[in-house]
């Protein structure tokens, strides 16, 4: 069983990630700057209140960390603004992750992020554009800091989150042949990534998650 560092771990997809990796047998230390607002506990979790930016505070939450899984969000309102959360954090976490030796980085972007924005039809484009092309822009730097790293990445693009239980019902698409946009629960990206913290098939790939 692994030790994993959530980032961004008191919502969304990072929460969901945290109750997943602790009923898979893993330890996880919940790193977010409210990580002591989380409703549950349990003897594998440790909660660190620090911030994604801040070399300090990562530089500490990676001690005895065997696997990272970066799970980032914006609200809405921080889409109508230039969005840098994504690259920066990741300015700070991969150069942290490698002075401290810990190599197994898996990071969730989105569908239409780096190369798989060709991959987005035409219908869709236009109001991609136009609702998160800020946050986009930013993901695609995020993700090449990540790919030009030394790291063992999977990076992983779910498509459009929608609330729900895991199905364990989805695809994934490593192939850009066969990217495409889709429906996905939370709660089965979290699923994908666990089971990410223990296979290695998908090292330095980006594949695309989606729901069947």
Known sequence: MAHALVIGASKGIG??????????????????????????????????????????????????????????????????????LFSEASRVLVPAMERRA?????????????????AINCAQRVPFRLFLGRAYDDKDVQEQLIKDSMLDWTIVRPGVLVPGPASYRYKVLVEPAKWRNGFISRS????????QVTETQLFRQSPVVVRF
């Open 15 to 84: 929460l969901e990630t945290v109750k997943v990796a602790l009923a898979a047998g893993h330890r996880v230390r919940a790193l977010s700057r409210s990580a002591g607002r989380l409703s549950f506990s349990h003897p594998g979790l440790e909660t660190r209140r620090g911030d994604a930016l801040d070399t300090v505070d990562i530089d500490g939450a990676l001690e005895g960390i065997d696997v990272v899984i970066q799970a980032l969000g914006v609200t809405a309102r921080d889409l109508m603004s230039p969005v840098s």
């Open 102 to 118: 810990v190599r197994r980085l898996i990071s969730v972007t989105g569908f239409g992020a780096g190369d798989s924005r060709n």
């Open 188 to 195: 089965d990206v979290a699923d994908f990534l666990v089971k």
